[in-house]
């Protein structure tokens, strides 16, 4: 007698939804992405949705991610013995249960007030890799105490001051992350009119930069700024809005809000942000150095040129992360699943190859791997949940990928993502 089938984890949360189907009970949080995001809208601030989910420019970017997906049809193939499905793959030597990760993304507090602790308590139960964002809301330690020993990386933001890049770095390492992530298209901030269009940057009102006011060299880069005698708050009116922008930079600011409300330092650290968070002049001989000041996997995201991949190669980095930055920074980019088809084979076996930009379903990471992706990250989906029902949002949301990615290996024939390949794709 064959050994009895194993469900998979797609057929578990297929029936498991099913089951409470019976009972009347629909699931919290929408298992398609239509409904997922529409939801969301609702329930967002303004100022979260246009930071979330608003693109460079007119958007062209977002949409050609969208329809470079629809260029790739799925060819199916049949009567293969897919009873058994192993969705795990090994990054950096560690085998994690599924080839996505959790993306980096600043900020999140517009969205849920737990923001990044929520995403790492979803990870952490999935054991996905969270990759901590520059930009979080909760700093890298705190969330590495939700995590355990989940797997985590960090992604970093090239700062004008080299001391606080090596602080960061040296703090990523001690929170045990498994990469460095040197975000390379970010490099000067894209023009993005739904955030313009409300004057709204929540940095400058102290959200998104924890992992700079819990870090010991920004805060020296901040008592020295005060020091100086810099007037942070000399050409500002003072209206509501004003006020409610000290307030909320106080309140983010290490210390008691009444203590804040009486010192410069709150101010003069979000003022010390924007002018040092990140290097216009970065270049490929910075990049060298990185491996004398840390000994973990470095991966470059913003790679969307295969003269970018090879130098990449040649410069010895471990790994690329082909994006876009989901359409945030260069309105009529291409597409970063085309600049995945391009890249992945000329580089394949050099270094390892992740994927972002436009992932929204477990179909659509069947299409990333068979293009050539090690892994792909998924972004704004989660966020997503993360509005919804904060972190088990979250974990919705990514078990659904993962469900509709284990079904869809399996009815295309595949036991494995390993067995991937392009022979899976059509052109549409």
């Given at each position: 007698?064959?050994?009895?089938?194993?469900?998979?984890?797609?057929?578990?949360?297929?029936?498991?939804?099913?089951?409470?189907?019976?009972?009347?009970?629909?699931?919290?949080?929408?298992?398609?992405?239509?409904?997922?995001?529409?939801?969301?809208?609702?329930?967002?601030?303004?100022?979260?949705?246009?930071?979330v989910a608003g693109g460079a420019g007119d958007g062209?970017?977002?949409?050609?991610?969208?329809?470079?997906?629809?260029?790739?049809?799925?060819?199916?193939?049949?009567?293969?013995?897919?009873?058994?499905?192993?969705?795990?793959?090994?990054?950096?030597?560690?085998?994690?249960?599924?080839?996505?990760?959790?993306?980096?993304?600043?900020?999140?507090?517009?969205?849920?007030?737990?923001?990044?602790?929520?995403?790492?308590?979803?990870?952490?139960?999935?054991?996905?890799?969270?990759?901590?964002?520059?930009?979080?809301?909760?700093?890298?330690?705190?969330?590495?105490?939700?995590?355990?020993?989940?797997?985590?990386?960090?992604?970093?933001?090239?700062?004008?001051?080299?001391?606080?890049?090596?602080?960061?770095?040296?703090?990523?390492?001690?929170?045990?992350?498994?990469?460095?992530?040197?975000?390379?298209?970010?490099?000067?901030?894209?023009?993005?009119?739904?955030?313009?269009?409300?004057?709204?940057?929540?940095?400058?009102?102290?959200?998104?930069?924890?992992?700079?006011?819990?870090?010991?060299?920004?805060?020296?880069?901040?008592?020295?700024?005060?020091?100086?005698?810099?007037?942070?708050?000399?050409?500002?009116?003072?209206?509501?809005?004003?006020?409610?922008?000290?307030?909320?930079?106080?309140?983010?600011?290490?210390?008691?809000?009444?203590?804040?409300?009486?010192?410069?330092?709150?101010?003069?650290?979000?003022?010390?942000?924007?002018?040092?968070?990140?290097?216009?002049?970065?270049?490929?001989?910075?990049?060298?150095?990185?491996?004398?000041?840390?000994?973990?996997?470095?991966?470059?995201?913003?790679?969307?040129?295969?003269?970018?991949?090879?130098?990449?190669?040649?410069?010895?980095?471990?790994?690329?992360?082909?994006?876009?930055?989901?359409?945030?920074?260069?309105?009529?980019?291409?597409?970063?699943?085309?600049?995945?088809?391009?890249?992945?084979?000329?580089?394949?076996?050099?270094?390892?190859?992740?994927?972002?930009?436009?992932?929204?379903?477990?179909?659509?990471?069947?299409?990333?791997?068979?293009?050539?992706?090690?892994?792909?990250?998924?972004?704004?989906?989660?966020?997503?949940?993360?509005?919804?029902?904060?972190?088990?949002?979250?974990?919705?949301?990514?078990?659904?990928?993962?469900?509709?990615?284990d079904l869809t290996l399996g009815l295309t024939g595949?036991?494995?993502?390993?067995?991937?390949?392009?022979?899976?794709?059509?052109?549409?």
């Amino acid at each position: 007698m064959p050994d009895e089938p194993a469900a998979g984890i797609g057929r578990d949360r297929q029936s498991a939804i099913y089951r409470d189907g019976v009972s009347g009970r629909k699931p919290a949080v929408p298992t398609d992405f239509r409904t997922l995001e529409r939801r969301a809208r609702r329930k967002s601030s303004a100022r979260g949705w246009a930071y979330v989910a608003g693109g460079a420019g007119d958007g062209a970017t977002m949409r050609a991610n969208r329809a470079a997906f629809d260029r790739w049809s799925i060819v199916p193939r049949m009567l293969r013995d897919v009873s058994r499905r192993d969705l795990s793959v090994e990054l950096f030597d560690r085998r994690i249960p599924a080839p996505v990760l959790f993306a980096p993304v600043g900020a999140a507090e517009l969205i849920h007030p737990e923001a990044d602790l929520a995403v790492a308590k979803a990870a952490a139960e999935l054991g996905l890799p969270y990759v901590f964002s520059s930009q979080g809301c909760v700093p890298m330690e705190e969330c590495t105490a939700a995590m355990g020993e989940s797997p985590r990386w960090f992604q970093l933001y090239w700062s004008t001051d080299e001391e606080l890049v090596d602080s960061l770095l040296s703090r990523a390492q001690h929170c045990g992350a498994d990469a460095i992530v040197v975000t390379l298209d970010t490099t000067l901030l894209g023009w993005r009119p739904q955030d313009l269009n409300l004057g709204s940057l929540p940095f400058a009102r102290g959200q998104g930069i924890a992992q700079y006011t819990s870090d010991p060299r920004f805060r020296e880069m901040v008592r020295e700024r005060v020091a100086r005698g810099a007037d942070e708050a000399s050409d500002v009116r003072v209206t509501v809005a004003a006020i409610r922008a000290l307030l909320s930079m106080s309140r983010r600011y290490p210390g008691s809000l009444l203590r804040n409300l009486r010192s410069p330092e709150p101010r003069a650290a979000v003022q010390t942000f924007l002018d040092t968070y990140s290097r216009p002049s970065l270049n490929w001989s910075d990049l060298a150095t990185l491996r004398e000041r840390t000994s973990l996997p470095i991966l470059l995201k913003g790679v969307l040129h295969l003269d970018d991949a090879r130098r990449a190669v040649d410069a010895g980095v471990d790994g690329i992360v082909v994006s876009n930055h989901g359409g945030r920074q260069v309105d009529g980019s291409v597409a970063a699943l085309d600049a995945l088809a391009e890249i992945a084979p000329v580089v394949d076996g050099e270094l390892t190859v992740l994927f972002d930009s436009g992932i929204r379903s477990g179909a659509d990471v069947v299409k990333a791997l068979a293009l050539g992706a090690d892994a792909v990250c998924l972004g704004r989906p989660y966020l997503y949940g993360l509005a919804l029902a904060g972190a088990e949002g979250v974990r919705a949301v990514a078990a659904n990928v993962l469900a509709e990615l284990d079904l869809t290996l399996g009815l295309t024939g595949h036991a494995s993502p390993a067995e991937l390949t392009r022979d899976a794709l059509r052109p549409a």
